[in-house]
């Protein structure tokens, strides 16, 4: 099937990442952002993840978005345009799209992958009314180019699901939730995923499977750093660690250093001295209690509509004021 579908790519870049590694793998402790987990293979781990009998959050917002779609669009009579952050292959998206009455509408899918940004477009080809535009970019910068296109009193529904936004610290979700608003008008509405505070066993499972795939999708960071900034990590010599820090409530991922060793990392200008022992934490997924998230809407200019949670998940629908 052919059809025309609108790429806003920016070029790859490596500095960016080189200079986040200067700075991040620098400080104390030492820490790397979690966004580059998503090259080609890390993306393909990711949904290998998805797909584990321990890790349940895409299955449960699968499965809420399937429950609830007719009446998410029952309520926004008028919508015209969806823009989903980090839309990964866009399953979600279809799932959506499968309960959503025909005519035209403009579909804008934001991600840092071009490998994600391929599946999506086709999980949603099917879909022969969509106009789709696809940014491979960050979420400020894609949600920044799909408003530019918005059409004058167009309703948009913006989407970001997943628990995404578990990878922001409390004060960086209430930002990147302020930001969003800001891009918004009002009228407007929000569907954000959340993953909810579970018993610990439960979250250790979900992030140290057992098969070892969220081992090698964490591990892979310092193969990506090997290939594109002419790092030398020994990747036997690291361990993959996750903790439930629940002080924070959050999961964090770690990658542990097994012995004392030294690793240059030419593009980033560093030479480090690892202890044994010592840690490169790679992320964070914040997990909620089922009324922070309305909490942490609202004080970001939005106005709950509804909210559905299932089995430790919750979905929840807010329109901007
Ligand atoms: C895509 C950020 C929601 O935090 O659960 C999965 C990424 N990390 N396993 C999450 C992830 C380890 C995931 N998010």
Not at 64 to 78: C, G, K, M, P, Q
Not at 83 to 100: C, F, H, I, P, Q
Not at 169 to 183: E, K, N, Q, W
Not at 293 to 317: I, K, N, S, Y
Request: proline share 5%; aromatic share 8%.
């Amino acid at each position: 099937m052919s059809r025309s579908v609108a790429l806003r790519t920016a070029p790859a870049d490596h500095s960016q990442f080189a200079e986040d590694v200067a700075y991040y793998l620098s400080l104390t402790p030492r820490q790397l952002p979690s966004q580059y987990l998503y090259d080609e293979l890390g993306s393909a781990l990711f949904e290998a993840i998805c797909r584990l009998p321990w890790y349940r959050i895409t299955r449960l917002e699968q499965e809420l978005l399937r429950l609830h779609a007719s009446d998410i669009f029952r309520r926004l009579a008028t919508l015209s345009t969806l823009v989903e952050l980090g839309s990964g292959n866009g399953e979600k998206l279809a799932t959506l799209m499968d309960a959503r009455a025909a005519g035209p509408m403009t579909v804008h899918l934001v991600d840092i992958s071009p490998n994600a940004l391929a599946a999506a477009i086709r999980a949603l080809n099917v879909y022969p009314d969509l106009a789709l535009v696809a940014h491979r970019a960050t979420y400020d910068a894609g949600l920044a180019e799909a408003v530019l296109e918005r059409r004058a009193g167009s309703q948009t529904l913006v989407l970001f699901l997943g628990s995404n936004i578990g990878n922001f610290d409390p004060p960086g979700a209430g930002a990147f939730l302020h930001g969003v608003r800001a891009a918004m008008a009002r009228g407007d509405s929000l569907l954000l995923g959340a993953d909810l505070v579970k018993p610990e066993r439960e979250l250790l499972l979900a992030y140290d499977d057992p098969l070892g795939v969220t081992a090698a999708f964490n591990k892979n960071l310092l193969v990506r750093a090997n290939r594109e900034l002419g790092a030398d990590f020994d990747v036997e010599g690291f361990a993959h660690r996750a903790i439930w820090n629940s002080d924070a409530s959050r999961i964090e991922m770690h990658l542990v250093s097994v012995r004392p060793q030294n690793v240059r990392v030419p593009a980033a200008r560093l030479d480090i001295a690892f202890q044994p022992g010592e840690t490169i934490w790679t992320e964070s997924s914040y997990k909620y209690r089922p009324g922070e998230v309305p909490t942490m809407l609202d004080r970001a200019g939005f106005a709950v509509l509804d909210q559905w949670d299932a089995a430790g998940f919750a979905l929840t629908l807010a329109g901007a004021r």
